[in-house]
């Protein structure tokens, strides 16, 4: 397992252990600990509503062309934006620190 960070709105970080095994995104790490993470299409990269701010991390994956399109259309998207359900959970990811971004 891993860990990941979620970033409240006043600074603190809550850790979440994250399993590298189960082949689990972030979105859905997110969701199983009761964060309020829509995920309205269930991690198909078309409705943004699993939107972070990446704080802190290591090596991300590249965006796909999917991920790369859904964020240049939404107006909150800033440099350091995902959508949480394209990253998948991995040792690299250990530390990550995000925010949940309010229209998701
Ligand atoms: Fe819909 Fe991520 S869950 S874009």
Same mark, same amino acid.
């Given at each position: 397992?891993?860990?990941?960070?979620?970033?409240?709105?006043?600074?603190?970080?809550?850790?979440?252990?994250?399993?590298? &095994?189960?082949?689990?995104?972030?979105?859905?790490?997110?969701?199983?600990?009761?964060? &309020?993470?829509?995920?309205? @299409?269930?991690?198909?990269?078309? @409705?943004?509503? @699993? +939107?972070?701010?990446?704080?802190?991390?290591?090596?991300? #994956?590249?965006?796909?062309?999917?991920?790369?399109?859904?964020?240049?259309?939404?107006? +909150?998207?800033?440099?350091?934006?995902?959508?949480? @359900?394209?990253?998948?959970?991995? #040792?690299?990811?250990?530390?990550?620190?995000?925010?949940?971004?309010?229209?998701?």
């Amino acid at each position: 397992t891993i860990n990941i960070y979620v970033e409240q709105d006043n600074g603190e970080r809550i850790a979440l252990e994250a399993p590298t &095994d189960m082949g689990l995104s972030v979105m859905e790490v997110l969701k199983a600990n009761e964060f &309020d993470v829509q995920a309205v @299409c269930g991690g198909m990269a078309i @409705c943004a509503t @699993c +939107h972070v701010e990446v704080l802190q991390s290591g090596e991300l #994956p590249e965006m796909n062309d999917d991920e790369a399109y859904m964020l240049e259309t939404l107006p +909150h998207a800033t440099e350091s934006s995902r959508l949480s @359900c394209q990253l998948r959970v991995n #040792p690299e990811l250990d530390g990550l620190v995000v925010r949940i971004m309010p229209e998701a």
